[in-house]
């Protein structure tokens, strides 16, 4: 395998970047829910799923930046992995919600390069602040996001089952990647950085809706 000294480690975040934002990204693993027969979906209907799912493109657009920076950062080879296999895995959310924004008819968040570079910073500050507390932050950026995908479930159509099934095992591997960051050793949080987090969210989530 090979090493990487840091400045080839930099440049393959730099690829990465731009392969996040501007490439078509592939799953390893299939679509979840794939439905046996075309849905029908009103237009209002198609509307706010494209709306749900571009807020999701654009959390996984976020967990690209924030991973790959936490990666770099990081002070222990467990911890990197880590990093490394969590990204991997939400590189499949990146394709879902990708794929499923086309089939509705729908696209991107236009602000996706902006997205990536503050995600991408707070990322930096979280490795740098040692891997303990990179670990908690990941443990709560997971447990608010998959609050988030909840709360989704509850607002998505009934009828568009298959974004239901995307978020639906989004949730799921959100959950495992919290459980796996505690286990690993993370540090708790304060209760004004998780404030912090959730308010930042919030306003990102409201612009993505639209943008």
Known sequence: MRVYNPLDA?????DNALRTVHAQPHSARRVPGLPTEPES?????????GALMRVNHVGEVCAQ????AQALTARSDS??????AASREETDHLAWTAQRLKE?????SLLNPLWYAGAFTIGVVAGKAGDAWSLGFMVET????????ASHLDRLPAADQTSRAIVAQMKVDEAHHAEQAEAAGAAAMPQVLRSVMKGAASVMTRIAHHI
Do not use: C, F, N, T
């Open 104 to 108: 509705l008819g729908d696209r991107p």
């Open 41 to 49: 979906l009103s237009a209002d209907e198609r509307k706010l799923s």
């Open 79 to 84: 911890v990197r992995d880590q990093m490394r």
């Open 142 to 149: 997971e447990r608010q996001v998959e609050r988030h995908l």
């Open 65 to 68: 930046a924030l991973y790959e």
């Open 10 to 14: 930099w440049i393959v975040a730099a």
